[in-house]
């Protein structure tokens, strides 16, 4: 057990919908990242949060959105779902920001979108 | 092309065999080097992290990074069959900005009973 949490594990929606992912860091980690995998690209980094602030920003689509509360815990939002959404969604923690090479990820969410 | 290349497998090997899987990268910027596995429906979990070129052995792990060829290996001794999984390679550029990590696509391995 990595020590982060994600809820829910699964979730079914439908096109055009708008969901809402959660990720509870471990415990003392001040940095959150967001990823997508998908059997065509892989794992993505989409972004990252450092104590409540956005500190960097990879292939997040504009329907996309993050953030992180002062619990540290964090929400990915993702809206007007399309088919292509569907991928499992990890979050990942750091206790650093950039110079932490050492994430520990949760166990996803699996977003199927229909 | 893209940043990093794996090859995706699968890769089957015998139980006790030395199992080798490699990345190339292209970002000359990359400087941190970091091995995830990944079960089935799990998340991935760290290996094993180089900082720059040169060697590091830990247990039946060895990871090496030539950086000079943009290449990156991972070795496994005396595989086992809960070694079966999805090998990650990633990476990340150094200096003090933020960056998420740039992962291969993941080598499928099968250790074979």
């Known amino acids: 057990d990595s020590g982060v949490t994600q809820t829910p594990k699964h979730l079914i929606t439908a096109t055009g919908q708008r969901v809402t992912l959660r990720c509870s860091p471990r415990s003392g980690d001040l940095s959150v990242y967001w990823y997508q995998q998908s059997l065509d690209q892989g794992l993505q980094f989409l972004i990252q949060?450092?104590?409540?602030?956005?500190?960097a920003k990879g292939n997040i689509l504009e329907r996309f959105s993050a953030q992180q509360f002062p619990d540290l815990h964090s929400e990915l939002n993702l809206s007007s779902l399309e088919l292509g959404d569907s991928a499992l969604y990890f979050c990942?923690?750091?206790?650093?920001?950039?110079?932490?090479?050492?994430?520990?990820f949760g166990q996803g969410t699996r977003l199927t979108v229909v | 092309q893209k940043e990093v290349e794996q090859d995706p497998g699968p890769l089957s090997v015998p139980e006790g065999a030395i199992v080798s899987l490699n990345c190339t990268y292209s970002?000359?910027?990359?400087?941190?080097f970091m091995w995830y596995r990944q079960y089935s429906r799990k998340g991935p979990e760290l290996l094993m992290y180089t900082y720059s070129s040169g060697n590091k052995e830990d247990g039946r792990f060895t990871a090496q990074v030539d950086k000079s060829s943009k290449y990156i290996s991972l070795f496994i001794r005396d595989s086992q069959p809960s070694d079966s999984a999805t090998y990650l390679c990633a990476m990340k550029k150094s200096g003090g900005g933020a960056d998420g990590l740039t992962f291969g696509k993941g080598t499928h391995l099968i250790i074979q009973p």
């Open positions: 990942a923690s750091s206790a650093l920001g950039g110079l932490s090479t050492e994430a520990f």
């Open positions: 970002n000359s910027a990359f400087q941190y």
């Open positions: 949060y450092y104590n409540g602030e956005e500190r």
